[in-house]
């Protein structure tokens, strides 16, 4: 772990992976150190928002580098059933990408539980992985200059859904009617880190 000050109120921990975070952000959610205001992971960082009112900037640092990853990271948080109509764009794409049929890429996609492992690009736009490995396939080559919302994709190892139009070049490969950002909601988010989610298939 690679820690810096970030501002007055934060440390920026840098790690060699995704995993790293994952494992780091799940130990101290389950454990915040004294002051935490916000753990904000990404793809191999971890930022820690703190209160200087209550945490000692030394003390929290010495308690940040004797973290313990936790193992259990990927089995954190509750369970989201998502209900997808497979019928994106880029389906039939995907199932070339991977040599699997369709119908293969569907079971696939709704066959293992994701978990978020950050937020980012915008507001609700979760980074879903453990999938299955099968679905591992590049972005688009060109973005698209409009993606709806709702709309579920693919890109490398993650999974994702769009929570409101956009740009994008994630493989498309279905779309969901669930809202995944509003601001009357507590939290805003449908999908925080650590939530275990599971995609349904919706027929007709």
């Known amino acids: 772990m690679r820690l810096m000050r970030c501002g007055d109120t934060g440390y920026l921990a840098e790690f060699s992976d995704l995993d790293a975070v994952r494992r780091v952000y799940a130990a101290l959610a389950r454990n915040p150190p004294a002051g935490t205001v916000d753990l904000v992971p990404a793809a191999r960082t971890l930022l820690v928002r703190f209160d200087p009112a209550v945490a000692d900037p030394a003390r929290l640092a010495e308690v940040l580098r004797a973290t313990e990853p936790d193992g259990a990271a990927a089995a954190a948080g509750g369970l989201v059933?998502?209900?997808?109509?497979?019928?994106?764009?880029?389906?039939?794409?995907?199932?070339?990408?991977?040599?699997?049929?369709?119908?293969?890429?569907?079971?696939?996609?709704?066959?293992?539980?994701?978990?978020?492992?950050?937020?980012?690009?915008?507001?609700?736009?979760?980074?879903?992985?453990?999938?299955?490995?099968r679905l591992e396939v590049p972005r688009r080559p060109e973005s698209r200059t409009r993606?709806?919302?709702?709309?579920?994709?693919?890109?490398?190892?993650?999974?994702?859904?769009?929570?409101?139009?956009?740009?994008?070049?994630?493989?498309?490969?279905?779309?969901?009617?669930?809202?995944?950002?509003?601001?009357?909601?507590?939290?805003?988010?449908?999908?925080?880190?650590?939530t275990r989610v599971r995609f349904v298939e919706r027929r007709g």
């Open 81 to 133: 059933r998502i209900p997808v109509r497979y019928d994106g764009a880029d389906l039939a794409d995907v199932a070339t990408h991977t040599g699997l049929s369709v119908r293969e890429v569907v079971d696939a996609h709704t066959g293992v539980e994701w978990t978020v492992a950050f937020g980012g690009f915008a507001p609700g736009f979760a980074y879903l992985v453990d999938g299955d490995p």
């Open 147 to 194: 993606v709806p919302a709702g709309a579920v994709g693919l890109a490398g190892s993650f999974s994702g859904i769009y929570p409101r139009a956009s740009p994008g070049g994630w493989q498309l490969i279905g779309r969901t009617e669930l809202t995944l950002w509003d601001v009357e909601r507590d939290p805003p988010a449908l999908l925080t880190p650590g």
